[in-house]
């Protein structure tokens, strides 16, 4: 099946711990968007990448890092410089064609600071 | 910059009423795409629907509807015949047509249907 798929879908990360949340797709999608959602709130753009080993910083890019080697691959990886990581996070990709733009998402990752 | 403003943080309807959910947006572009999605208590992102700016029909799809001012900079969501399972957060976002650009996401609405 064609989509996003955001691994692990739950993870738990100690003080002071990298940690990398997974985002593949399958849709030939030039652009990959990783958010961030805190309880009760909106989406906040972290990074965004347009075209492989190209990406810009987003709203709230401090104590985030990311990579794309790879057309399907936008890893993010939570670093001990962020201070407050514990959210619910979402992988996004979208295409611009004459079809029409779209925009799809994985099902999201959960991260929590213990 | 382009910027998406949902003015309603939450609201709530009774079951099989009509509920019209509000989203304007600044932008200089002439053709763009906006979107609105719901999120449900499962967080996962679903599309509602989808309106073309250069498009002058509005779009609909099933009970879901939506009013697009482009003068005005409005793009308002229409719920007919409100059902318990379209109790989620709603979101109204905005994508340009081309080029490298960000789309950018209004802060929600939640939304209540009451039995």
């Known amino acids: 099946d064609g989509g996003i798929t955001q691994s692990p879908k739950y993870l738990f990360r100690k003080e002071g711990q990298n940690v990398t949340l997974s985002c593949e797709q399958n849709?030939?999608?030039?652009?990959m968007y990783w958010y961030r959602q805190d309880p009760g709130q909106g989406l906040r753009l972290i990074y965004y990448s347009q075209i492989v080993n190209d990406f810009q910083k987003g709203d709230i890019a401090e104590g985030y890092s990311v990579s794309r080697e790879k057309k399907e691959s936008f890893p993010l990886t939570v670093t001990s410089a962020q201070k407050n990581p514990t959210a619910f996070y979402l992988c996004a990709s979208s295409i611009q064609g004459i079809s029409g733009n779209t925009i799809y998402f994985g099902e999201g990752s959960w991260l929590t600071v213990v | 910059a382009q910027t998406v403003t949902q003015s309603q943080p939450e609201m709530s309807v009774q079951e099989a009423e009509t509920v019209t959910l509000s989203c304007t947006y600044d932008?200089?572009?002439?053709?763009?795409?906006l979107f609105w999605y719901k999120q449900p208590p499962s967080r996962q992102m679903i599309l509602v629907i989808r309106?073309?700016?250069?498009?002058?029909q509005n779009a609909t799809e099933n009970r879901f509807s939506v009013n697009f001012q482009k003068a005005a900079k409005s793009f308002s969501l229409k719920i007919s015949d409100s059902q318990l399972g379209d109790t989620a957060m709603y979101f109204c976002a905005f994508m340009k047509h081309w080029g490298d650009d960000k789309i950018i996401f209004g802060k929600g609405t939640r939304l209540h249907i009451l039995p």
């Open positions: 849709l030939n999608h030039d652009a």
């Open positions: 932008t200089s572009e002439s053709n763009y795409y």
């Open positions: 309106q073309e700016a250069y498009k002058q």
